[in-house]
């Protein structure tokens, strides 16, 4: 399950355990293309949060995350910023940087 992000649980969300934040539009393309991708990895790492940001809603959470180009996909650990995706990414990517920020 994913959890759509806003201004109002943004920190709060990030700042508990391991957090994937999907920096989206619904307009992008791409954006669309990796959604069933992040979707199937939410359901697959229950004890990971996946966020979903639309970007046209709080362009000052990307713009303070410094997200330039969607999809984005950002990677925090208790609330700090531990890695970066750019554009569309194979699952095989996310699962390994998941795998990395576990040990």
């Not at 709060?12 to 391991?18: A, D, F, N, P, S």
């Not at 208790?78 to 699962?95: Q, Y």
């Amino acid at each position: 399950m994913t959890v759509e992000l806003t201004a109002k649980n943004f920190n709060e969300t990030v700042g508990k355990g391991i957090v994937l934040v999907d920096f989206w539009a619904d307009w992008c393309g791409p954006c669309r293309l990796f959604s069933p991708t992040f979707d199937q990895l939410a359901e697959e790492n229950p004890g990971i949060t996946f966020g979903k940001l639309n970007v046209d809603d709080y362009p000052e959470i990307a713009s303070r995350h410094g997200v330039m180009s969607i999809p984005t996909l950002l990677f925090f650990v208790d609330g700090t910023h531990k890695d970066t995706t750019i554009g569309v990414v194979s699952k095989a990517v996310v699962e390994k940087k998941i795998k990395l920020l576990r040990s």
